[in-house]
T-cell receptor
Framework: AQTVTQSQPEMSVQEAETVTLSCTYD???????LFWYKQPPSRQMILVIR????KQQNATENRFSVNFQKAAKSFSLKISDSQLGDTAMYFC????????????WGLGTSLAVNP | GAVVSQHPSWVICKSGTSVKIECRSL??????MFWYRQFPKQSLMLMAT?????????EQGVEKDKFLINHASLTLSTLTVTSAHPEDSSFYIC????????????????FGPGTRLTVL
């Protein structure tokens, strides 16, 4: 079965500090895509970062970066210089390349950035 | 870019009535859209995959006669909750995948802001 595990239901970090959210997944496919989405209190789901499984280089988007370990099936998200606006629910997800493209979701990590 | 809208953002209806929710991709075309349901403090639950010009594919346990999906154009999918009951009250979210454009975008779901449905 394809699954995503986010082992940290809740986390908190002080403003301007760095925090890492963990995610592990399981799939037998070799070609897939990994995502981190954030859902702030407004409930708008926002794409944070995307990683192609065939790329060894870790994706980065400004203050957000990932540590992608394909062999370990691990895909953690690092948020640097945390800001109050980063307070949100963060979901890890992946889909298999191809026509399906349905996302397999983790249960989410609730991140609170404290002033 | 990659903006998805939903209308209405919230709706309150009486039990037994039908409610239609629209999902539009504003700046791209989308052959495939998805409909989700989300309960408070939970992850997204996929209800169905909406394909332009063909029948939707429903996930196991989702009543297709109750949740009617129509994807009549490359920018619009609608979800109609028929004969709504209080247990249908939830937050419904749609997403869309660009049909063309940058290779990286054609595997990425972009989400609408959601619709809160309350059935009295």
């Amino acid at each position: 079965a394809q699954t995503v595990t986010q082992s940290q239901p809740e986390m908190s970090v002080q403003e301007a500090e760095t925090v890492t959210l963990s995610c592990t997944y399981d799939t037998s496919e070799s070609n897939y895509y990994l995502f981190w989405y954030k859902q702030p209190p407004s409930r708008q789901m926002i794409l944070v970062i995307r990683q192609e499984a065939y790329k060894q280089q870790n994706a980065t988007e400004n203050r957000f970066s990932v540590n992608f370990q394909k062999a370990a099936k691990s895909f953690s998200l690092k948020i640097s210089d945390s800001q109050l606006g980063d307070t949100a629910m963060y979901f890890c997800a992946f889909n298999n390349a191809g026509n399906n493209r349905k996302l397999i979701w983790g249960l989410g990590t609730s991140l609170a950035v404290n002033p | 870019g990659a903006v998805v809208s939903q209308h209405p953002s919230w709706v309150i209806c009486k039990s037994g009535t039908s409610v239609k929710i629209e999902c539009r991709s504003l700046d791209f075309q989308a052959t495939t859209m998805f409909w989700y349901r989300q309960f408070p403090k939970q992850s997204l639950m996929l209800m169905a995959t909406s394909n332009e010009g063909s029948k939707a594919t429903y996930e196991q346990g989702v009543e297709k006669d109750k949740f009617l999906i129509n994807h009549a154009s490359l920018t619009l999918s609608t979800l109609t909750v028929t004969s709504a009951h209080p247990e249908d009250s939830s937050f419904y979210i749609c997403s869309a995948i660009p049909t063309s454009g940058r290779a990286s975008s054609t595997d990425t779901q972009y989400f609408g802001p959601g619709t809160r449905l309350t059935v009295l």
